[in-house]
């Protein structure tokens, strides 16, 4: 990147442009550095151990995460080993088969032993997404895996009781479907994550009743490690069934 300075003011410019709300101008300046630090090439999420969303996120999660809690999280990276040096138990559903056994022995190379791997790839369908904001469709935005569903893979979570986990991340593959098996599995007090909230058509299918069970804790856009346009991570917790 020629100039980063430029092309931080840049970003500015552009999510204000959006219409997003940024995080305060004094983190923004104390973000800089760090972002510019992961956006050089050669970085990576899984070296670095850091969640791939925004820093203000990131310190959210760094301030609300506690040794004694549950995780589950759709989509597996650097936010995993993150995770998994702050929990008691993570568990990630992965539909990429290469990468899956990639970070599985990254983890384990770190010792990690506290951390459930599931690899659920995706059903062949034979027809394109009609909707993919439509959860029940269980698609994605990709375009190579548009005639493939993620039933199998959203539902991965199914298996554990309702109000189990202290935190969920939605930030895979099928995220509307995700989100739909999420939300019952949430603990009263727990948190949900859902990154690149500045896809409008993530919160087209949620259901009528979430603004009363889930208030917004944190949902500031701003920079993002290992990348250089900003983006938007909205983080909620769960205040009743």
């Known amino acids: ?5 430029r092309s931080y003011l840049f970003e500015v410019k552009k999510a204000k442009g959006k219409g997003l709300t940024l995080q305060s101008f004094q983190f923004l300046v104390r973000d800089y550095q760090q972002w510019k630090k992961y956006a050089a090439p ?11 969303m925004t820093f203000s996120a990131i310190r959210f999660l760094e301030k609300n995460l506690k040794p004694a809690m549950n995780v589950f999280e759709y989509g597996c990276g650097g936010s995993t080993v993150f995770l998994s040096k702050r929990s008691a138990k993570v568990i990630s559903v992965e539909h990429d088969k290469e990468w899956f056994h990639v970070l599985g022995k990254k983890l384990k190379e770190l010792g990690l ?23 029940d469709e269980y698609g994605t935005d990709d375009k190579i895996l548009s005639q493939y569903r993620f039933r199998k893979y959203a539902s991965g979570i199914d298996e554990y009781s309702d109000d189990y986990f202290d935190w969920i991340l ?4 099928s995220r509307p479907s995700c989100m739909k098996h999420a939300i019952p599995k949430v603990k009263p007090g727990g948190f949900l994550l859902l ?21 917004v804790v944190c949902a500031d856009a701003g920079p993002t490690p290992f990348m250089k346009e900003f983006s938007k991570t909205m983080i909620w917790q769960k205040v009743k069934k």
Request: proline share 8%; net charge negative; glycine share 10%.
């Open 1 to 5: 990147m020629k100039s980063y300075p």
């Open 170 to 173: 939605v930030d895979g593959r």
């Open 113 to 135: 032993s506290n951390w459930e791997g599931k690899l659920i790839e995706p059903e062949f369908n034979g027809e394109n997404t009609k909707s993919i904001a439509d959860p």
């Open 42 to 52: 050669g970085t990576s999420s899984v070296e670095a151990q850091l969640p791939w």
């Open 195 to 215: 990154d690149n909230a500045d896809r409008n058509y993530y919160f087209e299918g949620l259901p009528g009743d979430f603004n009363d069970r889930f208030k």
